[in-house]
């Protein structure tokens, strides 16, 4: 089992708390990303940079991921696409995605996408704090302890 991190997007604290997890559990953390930033060293955490453009960082973690695998990202159709695979996908805030929501919560997405093209003002996410981090944490020392 490795972890795919689509770190473009990911806020810091969720980078942090990945790099602890790595080292604690000596389990393979990946961060893939158009810009380059800098990540400890550590046999278990590598930081894969790709060239720029829309979704070539998406499109490296579904060529490298397999079944099991748990990719880190806040980009509904990646998770889609990854969860086809056989992996699953965790939410920075905390949110699972797995075979049995990502039909549901796609569709919602593409319906708010097509509200927003239309002029309808929907809304952003609320803030991201203490809450969500604790949140992520916990998700992912589960899917930890399940392997």
């Known amino acids: 089992m490795k972890i795919w991190v689509d770190a473009d997007a ?38 894969v940079q790709v060239g720029q453009g829309a979704d070539v960082a998406d499109d490296e973690i579904v060529n490298q991921c397999e079944a099991g695998d748990l990719i880190i990202t806040a980009d509904i159709p990646l998770a889609a696409r990854i969860v086809e695979k056989g992996a699953l996908a965790l939410d920075p805030r905390g949110k699972i995605y797995d075979k049995n929501n990502i039909g549901q919560i796609l569709d919602m997405r593409n319906f708010m996408d097509t509200l927003r093209g239309s002029g309808v003002e ?11 981090r604790y949140r992520f944490a916990n998700e992912l020392d589960k899917f930890i302890a399940s392997r």
């Open 10 to 47: 990911c806020p810091r604290a969720i980078k942090d708390i990945l790099c602890r997890a790595a080292d604690r559990t000596e389990i393979m953390v990946t961060f893939v990303a158009n810009q380059r930033f800098r990540v400890p060293e550590s046999s278990y955490i590598h930081l």
């Open 122 to 132: 929907t809304g952003g996410p609320n803030s991201f704090g203490q809450k969500e």
